[in-house]
């Protein structure tokens, strides 16, 4: 079986988020499995010079954008044997940063579009096309207009996955005919509520439409989570699924992680840990205990992830509690600003530093006792995985992939703390029942054992992505 995996993102090349560490591992995975898996994403400018020195120039073809063509090189790389074709057109793809730009629609029509074109070109057949979120979308649409029914193309399957349905690819009407290019006869294909929705246009022409956990995959037909998607997922939902996504764990790994101040496994971790906290401690400039629970935070600062819950109780957590908060991310000013204030005004028990530090990261991820979690929506979560790898327990609220990947400890079998309802004084309940337990030492050892030998590795999740797949070329 040949599957081209479609994003605009994929470790090591260029990550903004999770779909970066998806890409970047998951075709790894399926290879391991036999499955021949090659990746397409765009060439940014702002790719390491070490990676890009180490591509090979394939070709360059032109590729249509509505009523024009455009320059399209091809580059090929190789990552843990996985072939990557990156699409190179510098007009699109030298910029700054990967989105926020006047022309994303234009942008990501061109690379979808390209994903497809390339295919005669290098000789790469495949029998699944898998795009992920809105900016490879128009593949699978483009694929049911324009290319099913050409010999060369014919009987390929299209899946297409959504990470987060917030971001939809919405636009004005007249981008059908000065970007998309389709017929008018094809118009309501991309067309919802009477806006250009990519993402509705590829709900409606993949073969199958994924999200990253089980519980997303309910969620999303319900009005509170689907921005407005729910109508079009309901109708369409015989071909929803939810596969949960699964770590990297040779990368998120605390027997060798160079980053953190020892390397322990499961037999040291207590060792490991204390002297990892030590560590943590001096980086963030707070006090060097042994005998107090650190909280750790590792989050973009937006709403979605729960930081209004985080608002309305850290000072009364502060205020009567001995703990300390160790947080990194970085996003909305009002979020960094009461940080930085409760920082001033609790400067021994909270510290944060604003950006993505990903090695700081991954000192939270060991240092830490705790590792809090919040969201108020969650498509799957990755770090609640990484934090459990390094034996750092995570309080979460019930929601997409946090369901369905911890489950509270109260019943002596779970891996973590969870409440349901966006609640703050809920979070801080569950946040109050984890510190009872890190007081209760044996308990809390056994909790930490527990939680450090769930495995979230690839392994499953691949398997029913290959299953998946197979019901699909069958259909
Ligand atoms: C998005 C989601 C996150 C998920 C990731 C990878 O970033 O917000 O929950 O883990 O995609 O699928």
């Known amino acids: 079986m040949k599957v081209l995996y479609v994003t605009s993102e994929a470790l090591p090349f260029m990550a903004s988020g999770g779909l970066g560490d998806v890409a970047g591992s998951l075709p790894q995975a399926l290879r391991k499995r036999l499955i021949g898996c090659r990746v397409v994403m765009p060439m940014y400018d702002t790719i390491k010079e070490e990676l890009k020195s180490k591509m090979t120039f394939v070709t360059n073809i032109s590729v249509p954008v509505a009523w024009r063509r455009q320059y399209c090189g091809i580059f090929q790389a190789k990552h843990e044997g996985v072939i990557y074709y990156l699409i190179d057109n510098q007009y699109y793809f030298k910029r700054d940063t990967i989105y926020g730009h006047y022309d994303d629609a234009e942008r990501f029509t061109f690379f979808a579009r390209a994903a497809l074109e390339i295919l005669p070109v290098v000789d790469f057949k495949p029998d ?27 009987g390929i399957k299209t899946v297409f996955t959504i990470h987060n349905i917030q971001y939809q690819g919405t636009y004005g009407m007249e981008l059908v005919n000065d970007v998309i290019g389709l017929n008018p006869a094809d118009t309501s294909i991309v067309e919802y509520d009477g806006d250009v929705n990519f993402m509705k246009g590829a709900i409606e022409c993949s073969n199958k439409v994924t999200t990253v956990s089980p519980s997303y995959a309910n969620e999303i037909l319900d009005p509170w989570y689907s921005h407005g998607l729910d109508t079009i997922l309901k109708e369409r939902q015989w071909k929803l699924q939810g596969i949960l996504n699964g770590i990297d764990i ?109 090695s700081l990261a991954r000192k939270i991820y060991a240092g830490a006792d705790l590792f809090l979690m919040p969201s108020k929506s969650e498509p799957c979560g990755l770090s609640q995985m990484v934090a459990l790898r390094y034996g750092t327990v995570p309080i979460v609220r019930e929601t997409g992939g946090l369901r369905d ?20 004084h809920d979070m801080l309940g569950a946040i109050r029942r984890s510190l009872d337990a890190y007081w209760n030492r044996d308990y809390w050892d056994t909790l930490v054992i527990r939680a450090m030998e769930c495995d979230f590795s690839w392994g499953k999740s691949a398997n029913e992505y290959i299953k998946m797949y197979k019901q699909v070329i069958k259909e």
């Not at 649409?141 to 010999?151: A, C």
């Not at 990947?405 to 703050?424: H, L, Q, R, V």
């Open 128 to 154: 699944i096309i898998h795009c992920n979120d809105w900016q490879t979308a128009l593949t699978p649409v483009f694929y049911s207009t324009f290319y099913s029914k050409d010999p060369w193309y014919q």
């Open 250 to 358: 040779i990368n998120y790994n605390p027997e060798t992680d160079p980053n953190i101040a020892v390397n322990y496994t499961v037999k040291d971790v207590k060792k490991g840990k204390a002297e990892c906290k030590k560590q943590l401690q001096e980086n963030m400039g707070l006090p060097q205990r042994e005998d107090v629970p650190i909280i750790g935070l590792v989050s973009r600062l937006v709403s979605h992830k729960g930081l209004d819950l985080i608002k309305g109780i850290l000072d009364e957590l502060l205020a009567t509690t001995d703990v300390q908060v160790a947080i990194v991310g970085s996003g909305d000013w009002q979020y960094e600003n009461f940080f930085k204030e409760m920082a001033d005004k609790y400067p021994d028990k909270l510290a944060i530093r604003i950006g993505f530090v990903p």
């Open 405 to 424: 990947s911890i489950t509270d400890s109260g019943d002596g079998e779970g891996n973590g703390f969870t409440f349901k309802t966006y609640n703050a």
